[in-house]
DNA sequence: CTGGATGCCTGGGAGC
DNA sequence: TGCTCCCAGGCATCCA
């Protein structure tokens, strides 16, 4: 369930290596590790994944983690489902870590991800790394109004299947495409070109806010999601709607529903969302 | 072109 | 207690 605010979490945790030397790389599964062409296979070069590089800066668009080296070379990291970066002498110890990167300093920072939905990419460079972040839409922190109705105004699709494209808006799954719809007063199943103005604006306006909130409480930990050190985030008790089918509405008192919308589970208050 | 369906993968919980 | 089944979902890929 790593989302936007999840890997925000990750990379602040993560800003004490920047400038470390980076002594050595060891890679557990080889197949977890792919090329900017997406390959598994070939010859792994441990300079690609940074060693014996210093990592000069760590970006983040929408799910997706870059970790720049000063050599130039990008690593790029994504959590998928249940993904964790770690750092600290003792992150790499865990069951399913599938790369381990030992700083010059002695620390630790390990990618671990059970289920392998994740992944990490060796890019060339940084025309590589804007390349594939072309591909996505603005960063969901920033969303605004008018590259919504740009890149959705004329679909059919529902709404909630929408905010998961990642090329209409970067870093929204789950759990806050459900929080922002609530926080918008928006219905999951509206068709996208059924929304009026005013309600592209407050869509906007909630995708911004409900994820500035998540990011500043830590991002939500459902189950494998942790940060940098270990520690869990606390965002998901400011959950309205994500996983509370048959409880409460915290606005209405009625009931939230429960159904299966584009393959997704979606909670939604119908009283409160039109 | 759009948009829906499927498969990948593991751990945890429900149910028997 | 122990087994099986199902579910969670980001994203690539395939299909209508």
Redesign the pocket.
Same mark, same amino acid.
């Not at 059970?114 to 939905?117: A, E, I, L, S, Y």
């Given at each position: #369930?790593p989302?936007l605010p999840e890997v925000e979490s990750v990379r602040r945790g993560l800003r004490p290596l920047i400038g470390v030397p980076v002594a050595s790389v060891r890679v557990a599964r080889r197949d977890v590790v792919r090329d900017d062409a %997406?390959r598994r296979r070939g010859r792994l070069d441990p300079g690609a994944l940074l060693a014996g590089a210093r990592v000069a800066s760590i970006e983040r668009r929408g799910?997706q983690l870059a970790l720049i080296g000063d050599t130039g070379r990008v690593v790029l990291i /994504?959590l %998928? #489902?249940s993904g964790q970066v770690l750092l600290g002498p003792e992150a790499g110890r865990g069951? /399913?870590t599938h790369v381990v990167w030992t700083l010059g300093d002695g620390a630790k920072v390990a990618f671990r991800d059970? +289920? +392998?939905?994740g992944g990490v990419w060796t890019l060339p460079g940084r025309a590589a790394l804007d390349a594939r972040w072309r591909c996505l839409g603005p960063d969901g922190l920033r969303v605004r109004a008018e590259s919504l109705v740009e890149a959705l105004g004329r679909?059919? +699709?529902?709404v909630k299947?929408a905010l998961?494209d990642?090329r209409a808006v970067a870093g929204v %799954?789950?759990?806050y495409a459900d929080e922002s719809l609530f926080e918008a007063g928006i219905a999951p199943s509206r068709p996208c070109d059924a929304l009026d103005a005013p309600e592209w604006d407050r869509l906007a306006g909630a995708i911004r806010r409900v994820l500035a909130r998540a990011v500043r409480d830590g991002g939500s930990t459902l +189950?494998d999601y942790r940060r940098p050190d270990g520690s869990a985030g606390g965002a998901a008790s400011g959950h309205k709607v994500y996983a509370r089918a048959g409880k409460a509405c915290s606005r209405c008192g009625g009931p939230i529903a429960g159904a299966v919308l584009?393959?997704?589970?979606t909670c939604w208050c119908p009283r409160c969302q039109h």
């Open positions: #369930m989302e %997406g799910k /994504h %998928g #489902m069951e /399913h059970p +289920r +392998r939905f679909s059919r +699709r529902a299947a998961l990642q %799954g789950n759990i +189950r584009a393959q997704r589970s």
